[in-house]
């Protein structure tokens, strides 16, 4: 019992790595991984261009003050190609007819799935870590200071937010009937994430009727809006941009406590929903 359960586990992680680089090289060959690579690098090259790293903002100067708009900017492009991308993965594969083959193959399910998972992870989120490096290096190069502290924690930010994307992609696809359906419904999630991202507005809720602490859960539930505060924090410890709602968060969290949560909840809330999405994917097509 113990070899042959030996050589399952051994069997289903030799798929999923197997599956990963499958997808890595399917994605290094695709037309959107090119222009989602030039996006950022060009991205971190007009802000160098543009003289950002001379500019002071609230006291941030240099590769700080690059690094506060980097983030910002990522914020807004990098979900919307996390989704579109992903969900064209298993919703493609099913209209390719890619399933066929995979019952013929000795790939277990488990892996194909999780293999896609890793794969697609990483080529999503190494284009963005490769920019900030090369923002790092050109601020070397010119002898400007580079703040370790906040390129590490805007890394984990961004490794979070793309694990994230990654998970509810993943369960998209797996729900979509058809590429088109998965499309529709990526845009319609990253619409939905857009029109709750505002707690400026919910701090407007906050002086009305409802609630502080029933507001800032609402506007905290939305991952985009978890990864905007957090972002601010580290330039605006005491967040006065967002008003009434700072003090709900300061007081629920904490400074400390609020950059940790920023971590721990989307990369739960990803992982939860690639889960589910394999927990289906596994009840779904293939037996």
Same mark, same amino acid.
């Given at each position: ?10 069997s ?8 990963? %680089? #499958?997808?890595?090289?399917e ?12 996006v ?15 500019? %002071?903002?609230?006291g941030?100067?240099?590769?700080? %003050? ?10 807004a ?20 007819g890619?399933?066929?083959? #995979? ?38 190069? %010119? ?9 590490g !924690? !805007? ?28 499309? /529709? ?8 994430? #857009? ?10 809720m ?31 410890p ?11 968060? #300061?007081?629920?969290? /904490? ?33």
């Amino acid at each position: 019992m113990k070899s042959r359960s030996s050589l399952s586990s051994r069997s289903s992680r030799s798929s999923l790595w197997l599956t990963a %680089r #499958l997808d890595i090289v399917e994605s290094l060959r695709a037309r959107w991984f090119l222009i989602y690579t030039l996006v950022f690098g060009g991205i971190v090259a007009l802000l160098f261009l543009f003289g950002l790293t001379e500019s %002071r903002v609230l006291g941030f100067i240099g590769l700080s %003050r690059l690094l506060v708009t980097y983030i910002q900017l990522t914020m807004a492009i990098l979900p919307i190609f996390v989704l579109v991308t992903t969900v064209r993965s298993v919703a493609g594969d099913r209209e390719a007819g890619v399933y066929e083959y #995979l019952l013929a193959l000795p790939v277990s399910l488990a892996g194909w799935f999780w293999g896609k998972f890793v794969g697609r992870y990483l080529v999503i989120f190494l284009p963005v870590f490769g920019a900030m490096v090369l923002a790092v290096a050109i601020a070397l190069v %010119r002898g400007i200071e580079v703040p370790w502290g906040i390129f590490g !924690y !805007y890394t984990a930010l961004l490794a979070v937010m793309c694990g994230c994307f990654l998970g509810i992609g993943m369960l998209i696809s797996v729900l979509a009937r058809s590429t088109d359906m998965a499309q /529709g419904a990526a845009f319609l999630v990253w619409l939905t994430f #857009l029109l709750f991202l505002d707690l400026i507005l919910l701090g407007v809720m906050i002086q009305g009727r409802m609630a502080p602490e029933m507001a800032v859960t609402l506007a905290l539930a939305n991952p985009l809006q978890v990864f905007r505060t957090a972002a601010l924090a580290l330039f605006d410890p005491q967040l006065i941009v967002l008003g009434p709602s700072a003090y709900v968060i #300061l007081d629920l969290f /904490g400074a400390a406590g609020y950059k940790a949560f920023a971590l721990a909840y989307p990369s739960g809330l990803g992982l939860a929903a690639a889960a589910l999405g394999y927990a289906l994917f596994r009840r779904g097509d293939l037996p």
